[in-house]
């Protein structure tokens, strides 16, 4: 696997979904790159090195660490 993607059904802040944001193999997180394309609606997670076939990974995304764009204007 070479990315992993996360769509949300309005966008986010980017800032607070990365920090709410991980991949882990076992306890070890997975280094990667974040990006928000398509206006932050969607997360997409390039690991440094291509994620091992066979091999059990755990996404988290905290709950609550998740802002829509919309909730801050208001």
Do not use: K
């Amino acid at each position: 696997i070479t990315t992993i993607s996360l769509t949300f059904s309005s966008a986010v802040d980017p800032v607070s979904t990365a920090a709410a944001f991980s991949v882990l193999q076992g306890t070890t997180p997975v280094p990667g790159t974040l990006a928000f394309p398509n206006g932050a609606t969607e997360l997409r997670f390039t690991p440094r090195a291509a994620l091992a076939y066979g091999t059990a990974y755990t996404v988290r995304l905290n709950n609550g660490g998740v802002i829509a764009l919309d909730q801050q204007q208001n």
